[in-house]
């Protein structure tokens, strides 16, 4: 099975009415998952297998918890398919990439 997940966190912090500090840490901890990613305006979508996807929410949402948020709202969308399905063949039309990304 593939799976292809689009992630939107909306962090609350109690002394804080920027998010967006919080939000480039959660991008940090995708990027370091060394799962396929690609990041957008408004969610970020991640290719993986269901248990990984599934843990990375977890560590994002345990991550803004740990800094301080006082409410984390996930919004998750989850794409399974039996055939492949890949970020670079969805947006293969609208952007160009390298052979290594």
Do not use: R, W
């Not at 990613?37 to 979508?45: D, S």
């Not at 063949?89 to 609208?94: F, G, P, R, W």
């Amino acid at each position: 099975m593939n799976y292809i997940m689009s992630v939107q966190l909306l962090p609350q912090h109690p002394s804080q009415s920027k998010s967006y500090s919080y939000i480039d840490s959660s991008i940090d901890i995708i990027e370091n998952s060394g799962l396929t990613h690609f990041v957008g305006p408004m969610e970020t979508t991640i290719e993986g297998d269901i248990d990984e996807l599934l843990n990375l929410v977890k560590k994002l949402n345990s991550h803004l918890n740990e800094e301080g948020c006082d409410s984390v709202i996930t919004n998750i969308k989850l794409v399974q398919s039996d055939e492949k399905v890949a970020i670079k063949d969805i947006l293969a039309d609208y952007y160009e990439f390298d052979e290594e990304e």
